[in-house]
């Protein structure tokens, strides 16, 4: 297990190396100068040059490469104009619009984010995992079928359509929750639930679909299986048989389906955060590209690839624990 | 990567505008009587007191005065900083004035305009109580040179005497000899050339006064030092989240202007505009209190507004001196034959572009570059007459005249966002208007980012393309002389000229008003200026957007200004 871990954390730092190396390239491909945006408006060449100057721009890409590689691994300090600010490792630079750390900018904003991957997953889990099950134990019935169309329809359906209904009957025509508005849970846990419920429900509503077809099939494949048919024959309740012996075959794939989900999730949903307006990781990259602000889209790229990799490397070993037959080599 | 996408948005905005009057007649009476006029002004006594929120669209960032490039100190920054002088807060045409703020009065020139003097007001202190002085408006002004705070207006490193080399008091601690400050309460600006415009210049941000002992270079924005109404008690995310609370050094009795009437101003951002609106619309609990300063009803949901007697009496109309234009390349073929940009003038079909842009009620047809504002020096005129649907037949005549007898064809580069200024919508109508005098435009799409650097770039800038420009300040100088002044013309950065117009008559011209201080006069000559301009058909000009927003429920005391053409914060009242 432990030479397994090594193996995958060392090819996780290799495909995230790869990846900002990616990020990189594409940035000085695409059109925008970093400077020229920075520097406002209606900034003459020599105010341009003295910001190109000032962000280090001057420098070869390889040489500006290696800088970020180095604040990765040993900080950086930088100069505020009064005085001199340390940037601890792992660093990812300062953003050239603001010239805040972007270790800072996503530590900010990561507090919502996981609060909406978090939640949203709750809800999609029981979403999906249920409608799933029930059309499993409905088969052929209207239950099914009304369960099928239901799922299909909020996978069918972009989320900003579900999002923008959502808001329109829950706090436009009902008024039962107010327009989302982040508050965070250390401030005030109650509010914080509410204030989320809907872009949970939002994410849920797409995400549940996959679990819910997901489930069907494992449920129905786990029915069909020989030693089920053994324990139907000596009498076990059919409600026994689904909860303790068919759903139990169900979870492996759905938990390693979730962790995916959830490092995806984590590297933001850009149209739930735009469109609920919370600030999470996905509006910090949304904007951070607009303004070709690339130590803010490199940081969150990379942040987002860890939560993806390390993702799959957990859902590999709840897997392996939640299915023995599967073995981690 | 741009979200949401063009089809989402207008969907978003259709599924919004069905919500909007749904949701406003679930609000029930108005509480207030809350009724919008012309230029804003929703009724019932205003007092002190309350929270008003402030839903928006894009953050508050780098909230630095020295990076803040602002028109008359901005909305929300001018409830913190204040500044030499400031726009009067007074709704439409009146608004477009400037009037004192920290200083006694709007500046003493010298004979020729190169010198101005400000004298401060008594009793002006800071958030913590220290007094205010005139060596920290300098510091203000110096810190704006500096490359770290990069972001403002270009007009100081211009018109400052040493500004163009001078790189802030971080590396020059010696500072700018152009800036004396006598006493403690003088301030004397040398200039390199007259500008008789300075003091709408010293309602920018940068002329707010920042004590160099508590200067944190980059991160002055997180906890800047308060002059105004409001001190900054939370800034959250680079401006996401601002919350302002009442100064309690700041005294009614020097500034006439900020009536700051709520204890706390809550600046929400991040917000989708169709979320806005319906929030606005809808005014659920903090809702009721709450306004915009950066998002337009759009056409669909103004249709709809409309139709709603309570809703529309909360719809504020503004008019911020801006023109959307058609630019040529007057160097090249076949815009180098003034007949055929005349040709363009006459074909175009104003009303067909002016309904694209979302209709009669969000935009006014433009026949004069100036916007159609007393202050700017607007002088109503058309030098080629051809009524709002164009003239399709003298259009044919000129092309005939210059050898397209057979019809013309032309390229139209224009910007993929979806706006209403220079997006596929605009370019669409432009082609269509054409069409009828002969002139087929094909269009050529260009990403946001790559059409704003192709269109001011010089070497790469296209023949014919949509443009805007909007003024820094009411005043013709800041709107004609970077899009006219050969002087103004930048081969390496950010050009506007696009006309690449040098003509040593309209660069004279430019530099004796500039000279003028009285602004009824150089409003007047500005507008001669613009009628001369015009006659040689450098830019086709296409309308003046009008701006209407929606505010809250519970809003008192909306002021809508010329100068801004957005409501007011610092005269809201809530309760």
Same mark, same amino acid.
């Given at each position: 297990?432990?030479?397994?871990?090594?193996?995958?954390?060392?090819?996780?730092?290799?495909?995230?190396?790869?990846?900002?190396?990616?990020? @990189?390239?594409?940035?000085?491909?695409?059109?925008?100068?970093?400077?020229?945006?920075?520097?406002?408006?209606r900034c003459n060449? $020599?105010?341009?040059?003295?910001?190109?100057?000032?962000?280090?721009?001057?420098?070869?890409?390889?040489?500006?490469y290696?800088?970020?590689?180095?604040?990765l691994?040993?900080?950086?300090?930088?100069?505020?104009?009064?005085?001199v600010?340390?940037?601890?490792?792992?660093?990812?630079?300062?953003?050239?619009?603001?010239?805040?750390?972007?270790?800072?900018?996503?530590?900010?904003?990561?507090?919502?984010?996981?609060?909406?991957?978090?939640?949203?997953?709750?809800?999609?889990?029981?979403l999906?995992?249920?409608?799933?099950?029930?059309?499993?134990l409905?088969?052929g019935? &209207?239950t099914?079928?009304?369960?099928?169309?239901?799922?299909?329809?909020?996978?069918?359906?972009p989320?900003f359509?579900t999002?923008?209904?959502?808001?329109?009957?829950?706090?436009?025509?009902?008024?039962w929750?107010?327009?989302?508005s982040?508050?965070?849970l250390?401030?005030?846990?109650?509010?914080?639930?509410?204030?989320?419920?809907?872009?949970?429900?939002?994410?849920?509503?797409?995400?549940?679909?996959?679990?819910?077809?997901?489930?069907?099939?494992?449920?129905?494949?786990?029915?069909?299986?020989?030693?089920?048919?053994?324990?139907?024959?000596?009498?076990?309740?059919?409600?026994?048989?689904?909860?303790?012996?068919?759903?139990?075959?169900?979870?492996?794939?759905?938990?390693?389906?979730t962790?995916?989900d959830?490092?995806?999730?984590?590297?933001?949903?850009?149209?739930?955060?735009?469109?609920?307006?919370?600030?999470?990781?996905?509006?910090l990259?949304v904007?951070?590209?607009?303004?070709? *602000?690339?130590?803010?889209?490199?940081?969150?790229?990379?942040?987002?690839?860890?939560?993806?990799?390390?993702?799959?490397?957990?859902?590999?070993?709840?897997?392996?624990?939640?299915?023995?037959?599967? !073995?981690?080599? | 990567?741009?979200?949401?996408?063009?089809?989402?948005?207008r969907i978003?905005?259709?599924?919004?505008?069905?919500?909007?009057?749904?949701?406003?007649?679930?609000?029930?009476p108005?509480?207030?009587?809350?009724?919008?006029?012309g230029?804003?002004g929703?009724?019932?006594?205003?007092?002190?007191?309350?929270?008003?929120?402030?839903l928006?669209?894009?953050?508050?960032?780098?909230?630095?005065?020295?990076?803040?490039?602002?028109?008359?100190?901005g909305?929300?920054?001018?409830?913190v900083?204040?500044?030499?002088?400031?726009?009067n807060?007074?709704?439409?045409?009146?608004?477009?004035?400037?009037?004192?703020?920290?200083?006694?009065?709007?500046?003493?020139?010298?004979n020729?305009? /190169?010198?101005?003097?400000?004298?401060?007001?008594?009793?002006?202190? @800071?958030e913590?109580?220290?007094? &205010?002085?005139?060596?920290?408006?300098?510091?203000?002004?110096e810190?704006?040179?500096?490359p770290?705070l990069?972001?403002?207006?270009? @007009?100081?490193? %211009?018109?400052?005497?040493?500004?163009?080399?001078?790189?802030?008091?971080?590396?020059?601690?010696?500072?700018?000899?152009?800036?004396?400050?006598?006493?403690?309460?003088?301030?004397?600006?040398?200039?390199?050339?007259?500008?008789? %415009?300075?003091?709408?210049?010293?309602?920018?941000?940068?002329? /707010?006064?920042v004590?160099?002992?508590?200067?944190?270079?980059?991160?002055?924005?997180?906890?800047?030092?308060?002059?105004?109404?409001?001190?900054?008690?939370?800034?959250?995310n680079?401006? #996401?989240?601002?919350?302002?609370?009442r100064?309690?050094?700041?005294? #009614?009795?020097?500034?006439?202007?900020?009536?700051?009437y709520?204890?706390?101003?809550?600046?929400?951002?991040?917000? *989708?505009?169709?979320? &806005?609106?319906?929030?606005?619309?809808?005014?659920?609990?903090?809702?009721?209190?709450?306004?915009?300063?950066?998002?337009?009803?759009?056409p669909?949901?103004?249709a709809?507004?409309?139709?709603?007697?309570?809703?529309?009496a909360?719809?504020?109309?503004?008019?911020?001196?801006y /023109?959307?234009?058609?630019?040529?390349?007057?160097?090249?073929?076949?815009?180098?034959?003034p007949?055929?940009?005349?040709?363009?003038?006459?074909?175009i079909?104003?009303?067909?572009? &002016?309904?694209?842009?979302?209709?009669?009620?969000? !935009?006014?047809?433009?026949?004069?570059?100036?916007?159609?504002q007393?202050?700017?020096?607007?002088?109503?005129?058309d030098?080629?007459?051809?009524?709002?649907?164009?003239?399709?037949?003298?259009?044919?005549e000129?092309?005939?005249?210059?050898?397209?007898g %057979?019809?013309?064809?032309?390229?139209?580069?224009?910007?993929?966002?979806q706006?209403?200024?220079?997006?596929? %919508?605009?370019?669409? !109508?432009?082609?269509?208007?054409?069409?009828?005098?002969?002139?087929?435009?094909?269009?050529?799409?260009?990403?946001?980012?790559?059409?704003?650097?192709?269109?001011?770039?010089?070497?790469?800038q296209?023949?014919?393309?949509?443009?805007?420009?909007?003024?820094d300040?009411?005043?013709?100088?800041?709107f004609?002389?970077?899009?006219?002044?050969?002087?103004?013309i930048?081969? $390496?950065?950010?050009?506007?000229?696009?006309?690449?117009?040098? *003509?040593?008559?309209?660069?004279?011209e430019?530099d004796?008003?500039?000279?003028?201080?009285?602004?009824? $006069?150089? !409003?007047?000559?500005?507008?001669?200026?613009?009628?001369k301009i015009?006659?040689?058909?450098l830019?086709?000009?296409?309308?003046?957007?009008?701006?209407?927003?929606?505010?809250?429920?519970?809003?008192k005391n909306?002021?809508?200004s010329?100068?801004?053409g957005?409501?007011?914060?610092?005269?809201?009242?809530?309760?």
């Amino acid at each position: 297990m432990t030479g397994y871990l090594l193996r995958r954390v060392l090819g996780a730092l290799v495909v995230l190396l790869a990846l900002s190396v990616l990020v @990189y390239a594409l940035f000085y491909l695409a059109p925008g100068d970093p400077a020229r945006l920075a520097c406002g408006p209606r900034c003459n060449p $020599e105010q341009i040059a003295q910001v190109r100057d000032q962000l280090g721009l001057n420098d070869p890409v390889h040489v500006q490469y290696a800088h970020f590689l180095q604040s990765l691994v040993a900080g950086h300090d930088y100069s505020t104009g009064t005085g001199v600010q340390h940037c601890a490792a792992p660093c990812l630079g300062r953003s050239y619009q603001n010239d805040l750390p972007v270790t800072d900018l996503i530590v900010q904003r990561l507090p919502a984010t996981v609060s909406l991957a978090l939640g949203a997953m709750v809800l999609w889990l029981l979403l999906g995992v249920g409608a799933g099950l029930l059309s499993a134990l409905r088969r052929g019935g &209207i239950t099914e079928r009304l369960v099928t169309w239901l799922v299909l329809a909020g996978a069918a359906t972009p989320v900003f359509i579900t999002g923008l209904m959502l808001l329109m009957v829950f706090c436009a025509q009902l008024e039962w929750l107010p327009f989302p508005s982040y508050v965070p849970l250390t401030e005030d846990p109650e509010q914080w639930a509410w204030n989320l419920l809907l872009p949970w429900l939002a994410l849920a509503l797409l995400e549940s679909a996959k679990y819910a077809r997901l489930t069907r099939s494992s449920v129905l494949e786990a029915l069909a299986e020989d030693h089920i048919r053994t324990f139907r024959a000596y009498g076990v309740s059919e409600r026994s048989l689904v909860l303790r012996h068919a759903l139990r075959a169900a979870l492996p794939p759905v938990i390693a389906l979730t962790a995916v989900d959830l490092g995806t999730m984590l590297g933001g949903a850009m149209l739930t955060e735009t469109l609920f307006g919370l600030p999470g990781i996905g509006q910090l990259i949304v904007q951070a590209t607009r303004t070709v *602000d690339l130590p803010v889209v490199v940081g969150v790229v990379l942040v987002t690839g860890a939560a993806v990799v390390l993702a799959n490397i957990l859902a590999d070993v709840l897997h392996a624990v939640t299915d023995r037959r599967a !073995a981690l080599r | 990567m741009r979200q949401p996408t063009a089809l989402s948005r207008r969907i978003a905005v259709a599924v919004v505008t069905a919500a909007l009057v749904g949701g406003a007649a679930a609000c029930g009476p108005e509480k207030n009587g809350a009724g919008a006029s012309g230029g804003g002004g929703a009724g019932g006594t205003p007092h002190k007191g309350g929270t008003l929120t402030v839903l928006n669209r894009a953050p508050q960032k780098t909230f630095d005065p020295a990076r803040l490039y602002t028109s008359g100190g901005g909305n929300i920054p001018s409830l913190v900083y204040r500044t030499l002088t400031t726009r009067n807060r007074e709704n439409g045409a009146e608004g477009t004035k400037v009037v004192p703020d920290l200083a006694t009065d709007t500046g003493t020139p010298s004979n020729d305009a /190169t010198v101005w003097t400000f004298r401060l007001k008594d009793g002006l202190t @800071y958030e913590d109580g220290t007094p &205010i002085t005139a060596a920290d408006i300098k510091y203000g002004v110096e810190r704006s040179f500096a490359p770290e705070l990069s972001g403002g207006a270009p @007009y100081l490193r %211009d018109w400052l005497t040493g500004g163009d080399t001078y790189q802030g008091p971080y590396k020059e601690k010696k500072g700018l000899d152009a800036i004396e400050t006598p006493d403690e309460k003088t301030i004397v600006f040398h200039l390199r050339k007259s500008e008789g %415009d300075f003091p709408f210049l010293a309602t920018s941000t940068q002329f /707010t006064p920042v004590p160099k002992d508590r200067d944190t270079g980059l991160k002055y924005a997180e906890h800047p030092v308060s002059s105004g109404p409001y001190k900054v008690v939370k800034n959250d995310n680079d401006g #996401e989240h601002l919350l302002l609370e009442r100064n309690p050094h700041w005294s #009614e009795e020097t500034d006439k202007e900020r009536h700051a009437y709520p204890d706390r101003i809550d600046v929400r951002s991040g917000l *989708d505009p169709a979320v &806005i609106n319906q929030r606005l619309a809808g005014g659920q609990g903090a809702d009721a209190a709450a306004v915009t300063t950066d998002t337009n009803l759009g056409p669909a949901e103004l249709a709809k507004v409309s139709t709603d007697k309570q809703l529309s009496a909360r719809v504020g109309t503004g008019h911020f001196g801006y /023109t959307n234009y058609l630019a040529f390349n007057p160097k090249s073929k076949p815009f180098d034959d003034p007949r055929v940009r005349q040709a363009v003038a006459y074909a175009i079909n104003r009303t067909s572009v &002016i309904n694209a842009a979302g209709g009669s009620s969000l !935009a006014e047809p433009a026949t004069t570059f100036l916007p159609n504002q007393k202050s700017f020096g607007h002088t109503p005129s058309d030098p080629f007459p051809a009524g709002a649907t164009g003239n399709a037949d003298k259009a044919k005549e000129l092309l005939k005249e210059a050898g397209y007898g %057979d019809g013309l064809e032309i390229t139209l580069t224009h910007s993929t966002a979806q706006d209403f200024e220079t997006g596929p %919508d605009i370019a669409t !109508a432009v082609q269509a208007a054409l069409k009828p005098a002969g002139i087929t435009v094909k269009l050529r799409g260009l990403e946001d980012k790559d059409y704003d650097e192709k269109t001011h770039s010089l070497a790469q800038q296209p023949d014919f393309f949509l443009a805007h420009w909007g003024a820094d300040w009411p005043s013709g100088g800041p709107f004609l002389a970077p899009v006219f002044d050969g002087r103004q013309i930048v081969k $390496e950065g950010s050009n506007y000229n696009y006309a690449r117009l040098d *003509d040593p008559a309209v660069n004279d011209e430019i530099d004796a008003i500039n000279k003028i201080t009285d602004h009824a $006069e150089a !409003a007047r000559r500005w507008g001669a200026l613009d009628r001369k301009i015009g006659e040689q058909a450098l830019t086709v000009p296409l309308f003046h957007p009008v701006y209407k927003r929606l505010f809250g429920k519970d809003v008192k005391n909306v002021v809508i200004s010329d100068w801004t053409g957005v409501l007011d914060v610092s005269q809201v009242a809530v309760k």
